[in-house]
């Protein structure tokens, strides 16, 4: 569900922003219905930025992966302050170069002059402190790099204490109207402080339940398809899980990411960040989960010939539970029966599976329900596919 005041949110881009967290807000908030302008100085609509992958791979500091391309909707000279609810800046070496630039300075320090939400993450407090707007002790948070320059500027280092894994990441500091985040870890917990300061009301049609998910996924699974909707649950308070056939709790499954190149047929495969499996296949019940959701990439292909994946969506369906699929996830449904005399969206990599499997393809829709299914073409349908499957969940976002 969603209201009839539309909320605007304002994304400051720049090439090699960090990918995962430019679009997995740039997703969750589209598919509540907020209006995201993403725009880039010296660009217009159209116009692409390129983006970055920052993960840990082995060396003592993050090493940055060129992913894909994020095209801008509008005109960075067209922006009035006053028009939108809050502006987010996502980290990536862009606010290197952006934060000594006059104009994208002047715009940061305005949205604070209207006491509108300023949203950093990971290296973009970089405009707090270009703007002056640390001083005072203001509690701020970010990678670990920018402490110095954090507490030069006159702000107060937030870290947070007990944290001995990466699943332990998940806060943030919200100081006014000033958010920041050590980085895309944190960005379920970020995300909810998000929709509620942009004046959200989350709910669930059942007061006594909240949802759960359990996520199969493997090697090679969509990084977006995986990593956007896992956190969006979480951020809506679900109980969220990330399960594969062959690995255990905190083994990382590699993702991957498509790049649709200018002059090419198909999109370039690339490198994304690392996902981290959250329970052992043995500790999975399928009775402690309302839904299974199959991502796409090239994982469903290493599934489908896995007995027991193909046994546990089987059981999902048995039991009257939800099932969802994004992109190349139709190909492991079609495999279980899933799809039979069902309609669902579907991309060209999954119309003959759909079509073998005894599904009817929707053309015409690029997100599709049909009763305790949830379907969507492609990768960037995720904000349709979030709408549509909290929604089937008894899940709304109401501003």
């Keep these: 569900m969603r209201s009839m005041a539309q909320k605007s949110v304002l994304m400051l881009c720049g090439e090699f922003m960090e990918a995962y967290e430019t679009i997995v807000p740039l997703y969750i908030l589209q598919a509540f219905g907020v209006n995201v302008h993403c725009v880039s100085p010296a660009r217009k609509t159209g116009d692409k930025c390129v983006m970055a992958a920052h993960d840990l791979l082995g060396l003592e500091i993050y090493t940055e992966l060129v992913v894909d391309h994020l095209t801008l909707n509008a005109n960075f000279e067209d922006v009035i302050p006053d028009h939108y609810d809050a502006i987010i800046i996502p980290g990536g070496r862009f606010t290197e170069l952006l934060s000594a630039d006059e104009k994208c300075v002047s715009l ?118 995986i990593n956007v909707p896992f956190k969006a649950f979480q951020a809506l308070g679900c109980k969220v899980d990330a399960v594969t056939p062959n690995k255990k709790r905190g083994e990382k499954c590699a993702t991957i990411v498509h790049d649709l190149e200018d002059g090419r047929q198909l999109p370039t495969e690339k490198s994304g960040h690392n996902f981290y499996v959250t329970i052992g296949w043995d500790d999975v019940s399928v009775d402690d989960y309302d839904c299974i959701v199959v991502p796409g990439g090239r994982s469903p292909e290493l599934l489908v010939m896995n007995p027991k994946a193909v046994e546990l969506v089987r059981t999902f369906v048995e039991k009257g539970k939800f099932v969802a699929a994004i992109g190349m996830g139709n190909w492991l449904l ?18 003959v599976a759909v079509k073998v499997g005894g599904g009817e393809i929707v053309e015409s829709e690029r997100c599709v329900t049909d009763e305790k299914l949830v379907t969507a073409a492609e990768t960037s349908d995720l904000p349709a596919f979030m709408y549509a499957l909290s929604g089937a969940l008894g899940l709304s976002v109401v501003f």
């Design 108 to 225: 940061v320090a305005r949205f604070a002059e209207l006491k509108k939400l300023i949203f950093t993450s990971c290296h973009s407090q970089l405009f707090l402190a270009a703007a002056g707007l640390l001083t005072g002790g203001m509690k701020c948070t970010a990678f670990g790099s920018m402490k110095p320059l954090i507490e030069l500027s006159g702000g107060a280092w937030w870290q947070q204490p007990g944290v001995q894994t990466l699943f332990d990441i998940t806060d943030c500091v919200k100081d006014g109207s000033f958010m920041s985040t050590m980085g895309w870890p944190t960005l379920a917990h970020s995300l909810r402080v998000l929709l509620e300061s942009l004046g959200s009301k989350i709910s669930s049609s059942n007061e006594n339940h909240q949802p759960s998910l359990l996520f199969l996924i493997g090697d090679c699974v969509e990084d977006y398809s």
């Design 334 to 351: 079609a495999a279980t029966g899933t799809l039979k005399k069902k309609r669902c969206a579907s991309s060209y990599g999954t119309k």
